[in-house]
T-cell receptor, first 112, second 115 residues
Framework: AQTVTQSQPEMSVQEAETVTLSCTYD???????LFWYKQPPSRQMILVIR????KQQNATENRFSVNFQKAAKSFSLKISDSQLGDAAMYFC?????????WGAGTKLIIKP | ETGVTQTPRHLVMGMTNKKSLKCEQH?????MYWYKQSAKKPLELMFV???????ENNSVPSRFSPECPNSSHLFLHLHTLQPEDSALYLC??????????????FGAGTRLSVL
């Protein structure tokens, strides 16, 4: 079965520090896309970053970057210089047969 | 302004009521989705519409009935729901479904409580 596992139900980080959220997935496909979405208290799911599986270079978007380990089927999200506005639920997902397979999420708390 | 708008934001209904959730997207997308989000569980895909045609129905009970009159509007009709149907219902849209790289854009959801 295709699954996505986020092993950290909750993480906390001091403002301005760096935090890494973990994600592993299970698939037999060789070409796919991976995503991190953020869901703040406003409830709207917002795309943070996207990685193409056939690209070895890790994707980056400003303070957000990923560590993509294809062989290990690992896709972690690193947030640098954490800000109060980063507090949210973070969901990892990958696209399989045009459907998104989701993890259960990690709640990120930012300590001022 | 979000490109995907869902109404209402909150809904409380009894098990014998009939209600509808509405989703509208202003992004020019061709695909629309309904998801159910329950606490501490992965998002569950319910329905997918591609160019107004339903392409996925993930074993959703018949008490949930989707309708997609055009590529910009999506409805979820609810009747005789159960308390376990209480959840956040999210709508999303994307350019097309048959592209792995397609990005889904979400609305803010409808928080549904079934009494």
């Amino acid at each position: 079965a295709q699954t996505v596992t986020q092993s950290q139900p909750e993480m906390s980080v001091q403002e301005a520090e760096t935090v890494t959220l973990s994600c592993t997935y299970d698939t037999s496909e060789s070409d796919y896309y991976l995503f991190w979405y953020k869901q703040p208290p406003s409830r709207q799911m917002i795309l943070v970053i996207r990685q193409e599986a056939y690209k070895q270079q890790n994707a980056t978007e400003n303070r957000f970057s990923v560590n993509f380990q294809k062989a290990a089927k690992s896709f972690s999200l690193k947030i640098s210089d954490s800000q109060l506005g980063d507090a949210a639920m973070y969901f990892c997902a990958y696209n399989s047969n045009y459907q998104l397979i989701w993890g259960a999420g990690t709640k990120l708390i930012i300590k001022p | 302004e979000t490109g995907v708008t869902q109404t209402p934001r909150h809904l409380v209904m009894g098990m014998t009521n009939k209600k509808s959730l509405k989703c509208e997207q202003h992004l020019g997308h061709n695909a629309m989705y309904w998801y159910k989000q329950s606490a501490k569980k992965p998002l569950e895909l319910m329905f997918v519409y591609n160019f107004k045609e339903q392409t996925e129905n993930n074993s959703v009970p018949s008490r949930f009935s989707p309708e997609c009159p055009n590529s910009s509007h999506l409805f979820l009709h609810l009747h005789t729901l159960q308390p376990e149907d209480s959840a956040l219902y999210l709508c999303a849209s994307s350019h097309a479904t048959r592209q792995e790289k397609n990005i889904q854009y979400f609305g803010a959801g409808t928080r549904l409580s079934v009494l």
